[in-house]
């Protein structure tokens, strides 16, 4: 039973047992603690709302954060990385800026360096590189310009 209800039964007892001037008086406070607890309560309910409202926001904000998070890291590692992927396979770029002959494979974490199939004998480009740990294969469509890192 809330407060509401419990003001308006002592409105009832004033009523029933006391006498003028004596029940104006009191049933006048009595309206005017009603008044305020009707005002709180809505106050209350208004404040809930809020607070609903912002633990939604909170709970999308958490997880977009830690999408962004995510997002951040792989961009980080990505700028770290001496790699650059092109055609399929990933091109490491030495300390002087130039792109290696030979790519390193993308599917395998450790990124091992691949090998021209059919294996290259000079300093011909095979038409296929592949893997020598998971056997992925790409085809050889050229080397990444430097400046596309
Ligand atoms: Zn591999």
């Known amino acids: 039973m809330n407060i509401i209800t419990h003001l308006q039964e002592l409105d009832d007892l004033i009523v029933e047992h006391t ?3 004596v029940t104006s008086i009191l049933r006048n406070k009595v309206a005017f603690c009603i008044e305020q607890a009707q005002a709180r ?6 404040q809930e709302q809020t607070l609903a409202a912002q633990a939604e926001t909170i709970d999308h904000l ?4 830690s999408q962004v998070d995510a997002e951040l890291s792989a961009l980080k590692n990505q ?10 396979v990933l091109w490491k770029i030495d300390d002087q800026g ?6 390193y494979c993308p599917q395998c ?3 091992p360096v691949m090998f021209g199939n ?3 004998k000079k300093i011909i480009d095979p038409p296929i590189w592949q893997c020598s740990m998971c056997g992925f294969r790409a085809q050889f469509v050229g080397r990444p310009e430097t400046a596309q890192r």
Request: net charge positive.
């Open 41 to 46: 309560s809505s106050d209350v309910e208004r």
């Open 19 to 21: 006498r003028p001037p």
């Open 98 to 103: 130039s792109v290696e002959r030979i790519p």
């Open 79 to 88: 700028a770290a990385s001496p790699f650059v992927p092109f055609g399929g």
């Open 62 to 65: 958490v997880k977009e954060k």
């Open 109 to 111: 974490v450790t990124h």
């Open 118 to 120: 059919p294996p290259i």
